[in-house]
């Protein structure tokens, strides 16, 4: 376990509180956000808070890292236009299935196909198979799970594009569990004698579920959403001081590694691989190398914060949450350290907090021991 008393530290100035930003007995999983599974997404509670404090309706709200969506998902609903960026293609798929505008009839197409789904796992049912070609897929999947992968994505390739997209994101959800990967968290075989039409059952019920989810919030008014395929480090598709508030949690050094848990779905979803895998930033096959220093991870993160000054309007907030570290045997207090960035870049420290996890609902990298994280708020 991390020794707090000396990873955390105090800002001569500025509070440092424990309890504002737990949320510990609220709902994290209300409608869409419960769509598909993310290791180490933030609460939406905590973005909400944020958008609703420092930024006003009309505003954009940038995401940079912004994985499951959840930032950009509550700017939509609270009239923030919203942008999201990851170099992760599940990532963008399922920020844009959270923040499209769907129609009535999007609703009566999927409960359309969510009738015809059962019939699927009849052998016997006529249908075309889209499968994608990839190395060692067979140790990953069992023969059977692949053509009920394979049936069950031709079909959604027929879907109207919105449809086609939330489909396509919950059929992303169920990859993992119908492959020999052993959770979401260890990417290790584990074998197992799979049923054919399991697949076709499970996806059948997550798109029961996300119709339900989906049918809280169409009728809802939502500000727009666009959602990049990049790298934080350099995002020339957003203009200069066109961001009013920046919310994110970036990527937590040495913690998981996004591009090898999520490879499987990538490859069914004709994400790139080799993008999602150069791209990132603080991975854990990086950082748990013998003697690995953290320093290449902050100059990753100062390129991050130095593109964010950029597209940030003047008097705009940064609001990030983010855990310390352990690197080579050695705590990092990365959290420090990202304010120490900000200052060399003239961007001021407001406030900051420290948020207690609760460690038994903690979805990543339990051997990280991460019990706490810090929330931090600047302004440019």
């Not at 080799?274 to 190398?289: L, S, V, Y």
């Amino acid at each position: 376990m991390i020794n707090r008393t000396a990873i955390y530290s105090n800002i001569d100035g500025v509070r440092n509180t424990c309890d504002d930003w737990d949320f510990h007995d609220e709902e994290t999983q209300a409608h869409l956000h419960g769509l598909h599974p993310y290791p180490a997404r933030f609460i939406p509670q905590i973005p909400r808070k944020a958008i609703l404090t420092w930024s006003k309706p009309g505003d954009t709200i940038l995401d940079p890292f912004c994985g499951g969506g959840t930032t950009l998902l509550e700017g939509i609903l609270l009239q923030r236009n919203a942008i999201g960026v990851d170099n992760n293609a599940v990532a963008c798929l399922i920020s844009r299935a959270k923040t499209l505008d769907y129609s009535v009839q999007d609703v009566a197409e999927l409960e359309q196909f969510a009738s015809f789904v059962p019939s699927l796992a009849d052998p016997n049912t006529p249908s075309g198979i889209s499968i994608p070609q990839y190395k060692n897929m067979e140790y990953w999947f069992a023969a059977e799970a692949i053509t009920d992968l394979g049936r069950l994505r031709w079909h959604i390739e027929q879907l109207s594009e919105r449809c086609r997209i939330l489909s396509l994101t919950v059929f992303s959800s169920i990859i993992v569990r119908v492959s020999y990967q052993d959770s979401d968290t260890r990417y290790s075989r584990q074998y197992y004698d799979y049923i054919q039409g399991t697949a076709i059952r499970l996806f059948e019920n997550k798109l029961l579920d996300a119709i339900r989810r989906l049918k809280e919030i169409v009728w809802k008014p939502k500000a727009k959403c666009s959602v990049i395929q990049g790298d934080s480090r350099c995002i020339p598709e957003i203009p200069d001081e066109s961001v009013d508030m920046i919310v994110t949690s970036p990527p937590y050094l040495n913690a998981y590694d996004y591009h090898k848990y999520h490879r499987h779905r990538l490859y069914w979803i004709n994400g790139d691989v080799p993008f999602a895998r150069d791209k990132e930033i603080g991975k854990h096959d990086t950082f748990t190398r013998r003697g690995a220093k953290p320093e290449p991870y902050f100059e990753d993160m100062k390129d991050c914060f130095t593109e964010w000054k950029r597209v940030l309007r003047p008097g705009g907030y940064i609001l990030i949450v983010i855990g310390d570290a352990i690197v080579s045997g050695q705590p990092v207090a990365v959290a420090d350290r990202f304010i120490e960035l900000f200052a060399e870049l003239n961007i001021s420290l407001v406030d900051r907090w420290t948020r207690t996890l609760q460690t038994s609902r903690k979805s990543f990298n339990q051997a990280a021991r991460i019990d706490q994280e810090h929330v931090l708020l600047f302004q440019k």
